[in-house]
Nanobody, 117 residues
Framework: QVQVVESGGGLVQAGGSLRLSCAASRIIIRIKSMDWYRQAPGTQRELVAGITSGDETNYADSVKGRFTISRDNANTVALQMNSLKPEDTAVYYC????????????WGQGTQVTVSS
């Protein structure tokens, strides 16, 4: 069974930075993409940033210029978050999509990010 583990969350003041990491293990099929989502209380889960196996990236408009997604290796990605705002407070989840037909997604348990004003 694929395992997805996030780390790096915490409490930071507005304007500060955090770096999240997502590691996928027990992977026997190529990963198609890895994405970061977030969910604040009372809201729907939303896509924050994603990276494909070809290193193509995409970002939500709300984080462009502040967040950077990057690949450490084939199964590990990081999300560097700078200039954090209180509205970035949420649980951040990593999703791994395998290159299968149909595609299969695996989610981590999430890591809490809290930005104080």
């Amino acid at each position: 069974q694929v395992q997805v583990v996030e780390s790096g969350g915490g409490l930071v003041q507005a304007g500060g930075s955090l770096r999240l990491s997502c590691a996928a293990s027990r992977i026997i099929i190529r990963i198609k993409s890895m994405d970061w989502y977030r969910q604040a209380p009372g809201t729907q889960r939303e896509l924050v940033a994603g990276i494909t196996s070809g290193d193509e990236t995409n970002y939500a408009d709300s984080v462009k210029g502040r967040f950077t997604i990057s690949r450490d290796n084939a199964n590990t990605v990081a999300l560097q978050m700078n200039s954090l705002k209180p509205e970035d407070t949420a649980v951040y989840y990593c999703k791994v999509r395998l290159a299968t037909i149909p595609s299969r997604d695996y989610w981590g348990q999430g890591t809490q990010v809290t930005v104080s004003s």
